[in-house]
């Protein structure tokens, strides 16, 4: 069965700063791979999502993630962080064995401060 | 404007009562699926349904029942046998079952059951 773990149930960085959020997945056949980010009482936006081909994929608003087969990562970066990227961000994954689910990881909490 | 509608935002009910949430969407996906959010717990999947007048059950099924008699809506009712169901309830639909389709958000009901 697939997974998903996100380290850091909350992420604290300073505006400017690199942001880094970490997931790894787990699962016995390749892996799709996608990044949401939830603001407060709303729906789940997409980032970015990786299927095949290039590893490195770059989403909207600055945000890339780097599909690390070796490591079984694919964690979620931004070069600076801004006070408007603060939410909660979710990894999820899903393959071939499970039809068209989405298993979610239990999400990364963002704060950016001045 | 394409997209996905929930209503209500929030929803108040009695302990006992049966409840149902509304989910449109006029995107022309086929398939549509509901989520349960509880803090620190990510997106739990409750039903899918993958085409019209068919839908199975996710991981938390036990006290929902679901309808999908038109491809454009997909209604959730919490029953009284769901033990806990105060939580926030997203629905989700996209274009089809490929591997690698988006799932798209609506904006979330917010049930408190007093």
């Known amino acids: 069965a697939q997974s998903v773990t996100q380290l850091g149930s909350h992420v604290s960085v300073s505006e400017g700063a690199l942001v880094l959020l970490r997931c790894n997945y787990s699962s016995s056949v390749p892996p799709y791979l996608f990044w949401y980010v939830q603001y407060p009482n709303q729906g789940l936006q997409l980032l970015l999502k990786y299927t095949t081909g290039a590893t490195l994929v770059k989403g909207i608003n600055g945000f890339e993630a780097e599909f690390k087969k070796s490591e079984t990562s694919f964690h979620l970066t931004k070069p600076s962080a801004h006070m408007s990227d603060a939410a909660e961000y979710f990894c999820a994954v899903s393959d071939a064995g499970t039809a068209s689910k989405l298993t979610f990881g239990t999400g990364t909490r963002l704060q950016v401060t001045l | 404007d394409g997209g996905i509608t929930q209503s209500p935002k929030y929803l108040f009910r009695k302990e006992g009562q049966n409840v149902t949430l509304s989910c449109e969407q006029n995107?022309?996906?086929?398939?549509m699926y509901w989520y349960r959010q509880d803090p620190g717990q990510g997106l739990r999947l409750i039903y899918y349904s993958q085409i019209v007048n068919d839908f199975q059950k996710g991981d938390i099924a036990e006290g929902y029942s679901v309808s999908r008699e038109k491809k454009e809506s997909f209604p959730l009712t919490v029953t009284s046998a769901q033990k806990n169901p105060t939580a926030f309830y997203l629905c989700?639909?996209?274009?089809?079952?490929?591997?690698?389709?988006?799932?798209?958000f609506g904006p979330g009901t917010r049930l408190t059951v007093l």
């Open positions: 995107l022309n996906h086929d398939a």
């Open positions: 989700a639909s996209r274009p089809g079952t490929g591997l690698t389709d988006t799932q798209y």
